[in-house]
C-alpha cells in the first residue's frame, strides 16, 4: 500500500510539472510582460530556455516514472522475498555520467553564439551608436546623452543632456550605452528585453541591444546595492526615430531654456 501511495506521489508530481510547462506560456508565467522578448537578442535568450527547459522535463519526467516504477514493483513482491544489497554497477555509473557531461557539453556549445553576439562580436561593428552613459548610483540611474547631432564623448561636453531614472532610446536598431557605476556595483536589467549586466566600480561596460517594439519598459537594479535598492527603478522608453531626435531636442532646448523667450533675447 505504502510503496503504491510513493509511486503515485511522484507520477502525479511529473505530471504536474508537464502541465504546468504546458500551460506557463498561455498565462505568461515564465517570462515578465507580454512573455515575448522585445529585443532581438532577447528572443534568442528566451529560446535558449526553452531549449534546456525540453531538456529538463524530459530527464524530470523519466527520473521520476523510474522512481514510481521502482516502487511500484516493490510494493507488489511478497514480504517473504528477501531484499538483494548491491554494491554498484560500474556500467551504469559511467552511463549516467556520460550522458548528463554530453547533455551539458552540447547545450554549452548551441549556446555559445548568443553569448558571443550579445557580449562580443557586435559590439565592433562601426555604425553601432552608443546612445548614452548610464551611470548607477545609490540609488537611481543618471543618464548622460550627447546633444542632437553630437556623438557621445567619454569624458562630459558643456552640451550633454541628463535625465534621471529616464532611458530613451530609438526602436529597431540596435543601440549600445556605457554602464558605469559611482559607488557600488549595481546591475542594470530591463526584464522585458531580458537585458541584464553588472555595472561594476571603476569600469565601463558596453551593453548593446535592439528594442523591437516602442513602448515603456521598466529598468531595475538587479543587485543588492543598499537599503535603497528597491527603489532604484527607472524605466527605458523605446522611440521611433522621428520621436526619439524630437524628444533629444525637446531635452535639450528645455535643459538650456534660460527662461527668456526667443523674442525677448537681445543679440
Ligand atoms: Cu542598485
Redesign the pocket.
Known amino acids: 500500500m505504502e510503496g503504491r501511495f510513493w509511486t503515485l506521489v511522484f507520477v502525479i508530481f511529473a505530471a504536474a510539472a508537464l502541465a504546468a510547462c504546458a500551460v506557463a506560456p498561455a498565462y505568461q508565467l515564465w517570462f515578465p510582460g507580454s512573455g515575448e522578448a522585445l529585443s532581438t537578442i532577447g528572443a534568442r535568450i528566451d529560446h535558449l530556455f526553452y531549449v534546456i527547459l525540453v531538456v529538463i522535463a524530459v530527464v524530470f519526467v523519466g527520473v521520476n516514472v523510474a522512481l514510481g516504477y521502482v516502487l511500484w514493483r516493490g510494493a507488489k513482491q511478497p514480504s517473504e522475498v528477501k531484499a538483494v544489497y548491491s554494491h554498484g554497477n560500474q556500467t551504469l555509473e559511467v552511463v549516467w555520467t556520460v550522458i548528463p557531461g554530453v547533455i551539458l557539453l552540447a547545450l554549452a556549445l548551441y549556446q555559445m553564439d548568443v553569448w558571443a553576439s550579445f557580449r562580443m562580436r557586435e559590439f565592433y561593428p562601426q555604425d553601432m551608436r552608443t546612445i548614452a552613459e548610464v551611470t548607477?548610483r545609490?540609488?537611481e540611474w543618471r543618464i548622460r546623452y550627447a546633444a542632437p547631432d553630437k556623438t557621445l564623448e567619454a569624458d562630459p561636453h558643456p552640451d550633454d543632456v541628463y535625465t534621471v531614472n529616464d532611458l530613451r532610446v530609438p526602436v529597431n536598431r540596435p543601440v549600445a550605452i556605457s554602464l558605469r557605476t559611482e559607488d557600488?556595483?549595481?546591475?542594470f536589467f530591463v526584464p522585458e528585453l531580458r537585458i541584464k549586466q553588472d555595472?561594476l566600480p571603476g569600469k565601463r561596460i558596453p551593453v548593446w541591444f535592439e528594442v523591437t517594439r516602442p513602448g515603456t519598459y521598466d529598468l531595475v537594479?538587479a543587485?543588492?546595492?543598499?537599503w535603497g535598492?528597491y527603489k532604484?527603478k527607472g524605466r527605458l522608453v523605446a522611440l521611433s526615430e522621428e520621436d526619439y531626435a524630437a524628444w533629444l531636442k525637446q531635452a535639450f532646448e528645455d535643459q538650456f531654456d534660460d527662461g527668456v523667450g526667443e523674442g525677448e533675447k537681445s543679440d
Not at 557600488?184 to 546591475?187: G, K, L, M, N, R
Open positions: 548607477a545609490q540609488f557600488v556595483q549595481h546591475a555595472a537594479c543587485e543588492l546595492c543598499g535598492h532604484m
